[in-house]
């Protein structure tokens, strides 16, 4: 009983379709919010705050191009966050949707590592939509200075997808440790909130003193938003050490969600 | 004797569809399954029969893969179930005691995408899927939400969900519970269908009626505990008289009556609510007689053939459905 559990790809693939297949029918009504969302946050802070920020404005950009890729980067932690947290709860305890699944061939490790990819799916996608807009603003309003600036902003994408599957195993440790839903009121306020302000989306957590720096290295999102930068204003091959973060970070940690829902799912 | 020892040895050849010894399922200190024997040969429709908490859907879970023993043995389809859990669930179908049909798709796209899980090539699937709407008589309903579906259609979709990989088994945890009337008898209708084509059935059930009309053979459990098993109508035969008189009345009277029932009636068993006594006979009418002139107050008396309800209240003086 005791045995680490490896998933299957074959299985994992088809919880990934079962979903894939449910978003088609939805695409549209669940897309607009997440793609909406971070535009607001352009608009209130790149432009509102913006206007206050001296000429100059951060490292030689101007605060909406310094803003843009970090909200890139907290738009794929956030869709990951929901998809592993309040959607995964209720196919867990509430529609017992794993309960028949894992009655198939398809083991309950499939299940979750399905889970994961799905969510970064979904993250790559809101990304995608998101970085096309970034874009295409950027180059309408001012030519001279755009938004996305490089060809590395093509990398962007699989960075989201990669992003979307870390976030995802953390939401979904959380998920695999609590008994009821409102719990996730806890998640989002120390967890996913506090990573969203202080990760080096709205302000440089380098040049705070000494142990804010250091802190802020060890914390998922700020990794994920230095690696959207850096391939927004590419080339720059930092970028490098960010993606081996996440990549090492995710690794090391996917499995353990997978043991705990497996418990779960089977007594 | 000879035949004894066939029979013993009968239980490790791979013809049995379910083989169980001492079967054991423990969670902490509570056993919920405490040493179950058990055999399940290929065509039949086995069932296990008992109260709520007796331990048959963890007997059932157990069977599936969403339980792991902690004790004794446990065959399914000829393959242990530890280490090979896999390999089982490709060849059996779950009919759960929760409905648990997937409410974000439609009907037929809760067989298609069910096939998918067994890895099932799309036209296939179609085919099946299609084929088992006929069957458990919901083709209208192919292109309908779930959520549209009554309880009874929910259930009939659960059985057709259970038969798409076309399996050697098909477990069915209470497949009526909560059914109405009108909705329990098809679903029994589809139950004798499958194993008319020949398909291996396991059903628990606390409704006495269910197990009758359905198993070939069947064990009733109390307890976590198989208190005895068998062929229905022999069990009936064996542990008590063919007839019933069912005497009500108020305490004092049952209790003079006690006694004379005990002369005559071959069995006297209070009933479960304790305002009842039953005698169990070959010949009610002498019974009805003996009472008649000794003069005791009924108030109410019935007269029944007797069941394996009665077969459960003579061996745990409790009663099925409490």
Sequence with gaps: ?267 | MNQETQRENNLDTRSSTLVAKGLKKSYGDFEAVKGLDFEVFPGECFGFLGPNGAGKTTTMRMIYGASIPTGGRLQVVGLDVRGNERAIKRRIGVVPQENNLDDDLRVRENLLVYGRYFDMPKKAALRRADELLDFVQLTEKADSDVSELSGGMKRRLLIARALINDPDLVVLDEPTTGLDPQARHLVWDKMRDLVREGKTLILTTHYMEEAARLCNRLVIMEDGNIVVGGVPDELVEQHVSPQVLEFRSDLQSLKELRPILLETADNVEEGATGEALLAFTRDSDAVLERVRESGVTVENTVYRQSGLEDVFLKLTGRSLTD
């Design chain 1, 1 to 267: 009983m005791g045995s680490i559990r490896i998933p299957s790809p074959r299985g994992a693939f088809r919880v990934w379709q079962r979903n894939a297949t449910i978003f088609r029918k939805y695409w549209k009504s669940a897309m607009f919010p997440n793609f909406f969302e971070p535009l607001l946050y352009l608009a209130a802070m790149g432009l509102g705050l913006g206007a206050f920020i001296q000429q100059g404005g951060i490292n030689g950009q101007t605060y909406v191009q310094y803003i843009a890729p970090g909200l890139l980067a907290s738009n794929a932690m956030f869709a990951a966050s929901f998809e592993s947290t309040f959607n995964t709860f209720v196919k867990l305890r509430i529609d017992r949707v794993y309960d028949a699944i894992t009655t198939t061939p398809v083991n309950p490790e499939d299940v979750v590592a399905g889970e994961y990819l799905w969510a970064g799916t979904r993250a790559a996608l809101y990304g995608t939509g998101f970085l096309a807009m970034l874009t295409i603003l950027g180059f309408a309003l001012t030519p001279e200075n755009p938004l996305i600036s490089s060809w590395w902003a093509l990398l962007i994408p699989p960075m989201l997808l990669v992003i979307g599957v870390m976030f995802s195993v953390m939401g979904t440790l959380f998920t695999s440790l609590i008994k009821r839903i409102d719990l996730y009121a806890y998640y989002f306020t120390l967890v996913v909130t506090p990573l969203f302000l202080f990760s080096g989306i709205f302000f440089p957590v380098e040049e705070f003193p000494a142990p804010v720096p250091l802190l802020a290295w060890f914390t998922p999102l700020y990794h994920a938003v230095n690696a959207c930068r850096g391939l927004a204003n590419g080339p720059d091959l930092a970028v490098l050490g960010d993606v081996a973060w996440v990549l090492v970070f995710t690794g090391a940690l996917a499995l353990v969600p997978i043991q705990i829902m497996r418990r779960r799912l089977i007594d």
